[in-house]
């Protein structure tokens, strides 16, 4: 009878031991996904996510259009599950304010994710919330993300994006002239962003549109990026006369990829918990 009960005591162990290994096996073909949730406020500042943080198949950056416009947009998704996009409604016009989208991708599967509580922040100063659908996806793209409870005036219904995964390079270094935008009133275009250091470590660069000046802008490269680098960002706003956002500190992040042959163009997102923020883009 003792020698029974052992018997029964190791096939349990065993089985136990088999669906603990089915189990890690499902969460590695998920991308790594693994237990608890990330933060809603911008991906960790210790180089974007530290190495215990889950990991996303579909991490990495995309472009493309608008189902049914000319409009485009470049979107962001860390390994540490943060969706970052920056839709802009006019195709090569710097004077529109963009529209900041973002949210924290939810448990995905092998072909499709959800994306809880999307913030949405646009001209003129409209802030939104709602949700976002995301199929098709693979380590290497996502093809539809439907935004739910987010439609906007001009295209009369939630927009269905079409997304590209897109290539990105860590070396921030130099000066980009673009358009600084803030959908609180502000929008600067031809402004220059001038950023020293080392290819590495980029150095501290200070900036300003509007009536927001002497801006400390810091880029962190992030430590989980494995082969999409990308910047943890910070920005500082000190105390300034008539800027509508003195005195405060927005997070978020920035990537590097090639518009046009020749062409490098910076991307940077940085918003409040609210989803309210501001936007630069621009090219060397």
Same mark, same amino acid.
């Given at each position: 009878?003792?020698?029974?009960?052992?018997?029964?005591? *190791?096939?349990?162990?065993?089985?136990? *031991? @088999?669906?603990?290994?089915?189990?890690?096996? *499902?969460?590695?073909?998920?991308?790594?996904?693994?237990? /608890?949730?990330?933060?809603?406020?911008?991906?960790?500042?210790?180089?974007?996510?530290?190495?215990?943080?889950?990991?996303?198949?579909?991490?990495?950056?995309?472009?493309?259009?608008?189902? /049914?416009?000319?409009?485009?947009?470049?979107?962001?998704?860390?390994?540490?599950?943060?969706?970052?996009? =920056?839709?802009? =409604?006019?195709?090569?016009?710097?004077?529109?304010?963009?529209?900041?989208?973002?949210?924290?991708?939810?448990?995905?599967?092998?072909?499709?994710?959800?994306?809880?509580?999307?913030?949405? $922040?646009?001209?003129?100063?409209?802030?939104?919330?709602?949700?976002?659908?995301?199929?098709?996806?693979?380590?290497?793209?996502?093809?539809?993300?439907?935004?739910?409870?987010?439609?906007?005036?001009?295209?009369?219904?939630?927009?269905? $994006? @079409?997304?590209?995964?897109?290539?990105?390079?860590?070396?921030?270094?130099? @000066?980009?002239?673009?358009?600084?935008?803030?959908? =609180?009133?502000?929008?600067?275009?031809?402004?220059?962003?001038?950023?020293?250091?080392?290819?590495?470590?980029?150095?501290?660069?200070?900036?300003?549109?509007?009536?927001?000046?002497?801006?400390?802008?810091?880029?962190?490269?992030?430590?989980?990026?494995?082969?999409?680098?990308?910047?943890?960002?910070?920005?500082?706003?000190?105390?300034?006369?008539?800027?509508?956002?003195?005195?405060?500190?927005?997070?978020?992040?920035? $990537?590097?990829?090639?518009?046009?042959?020749?062409?490098?163009?910076?991307?940077?997102?940085?918003?409040?918990?609210?989803?309210?923020?501001?936007? $630069?883009?621009?090219?060397?």
């Amino acid at each position: 009878m003792k020698q029974f009960f052992q018997l029964q005591l *190791m096939r349990r162990a065993l089985g136990c *031991m @088999t669906a603990c290994g089915l189990a890690a096996a *499902m969460l590695m073909s998920c991308g790594g996904q693994s237990s /608890g949730s990330a933060p809603d406020n911008g991906p960790g500042q210790n180089g974007g996510g530290g190495g215990g943080a889950p990991s996303l198949a579909m991490a990495g950056a995309y472009q493309g259009t608008a189902a /049914g416009s000319s409009s485009e947009f470049v979107s962001f998704v860390t390994p540490d599950l943060h969706w970052y996009l =920056l839709y802009a =409604l006019q195709v090569g016009d710097p004077h529109v304010y963009p529209i900041i989208y973002t949210g924290i991708v939810q448990t995905p599967v092998s072909t499709a994710a959800a994306i809880t509580t999307v913030k949405s $922040f646009q001209s003129p100063g409209t802030l939104r919330s709602g949700s976002a659908t995301v199929t098709g996806s693979s380590g290497s793209a996502h093809n539809v993300t439907t935004l739910g409870d987010l439609s906007i005036q001009t295209l009369g219904t939630n927009p269905v $994006f @079409t997304a590209a995964a897109m290539a990105t390079t860590g070396d921030a270094r130099g @000066t980009w002239v673009g358009t600084w935008a803030d959908g =609180l009133g502000s929008i600067s275009i031809n402004t220059s962003l001038s950023i020293g250091g080392t290819a590495n470590t980029p150095a501290p660069a200070s900036t300003s549109f509007g009536y927001c000046s002497s801006i400390s802008l810091t880029l962190i490269p992030a430590g989980n990026a494995g082969t999409g680098p990308y910047f943890a960002a910070t920005a500082v706003i000190p105390p300034t006369n008539n800027c509508s956002r003195s005195n405060t500190t927005l997070t978020g992040i920035a $990537f590097i990829h090639a518009p046009s042959v020749g062409v490098k163009r910076l991307e940077i997102i940085l918003t409040d918990s609210t989803g309210s923020g501001i936007s $630069f883009r621009g090219d060397q």
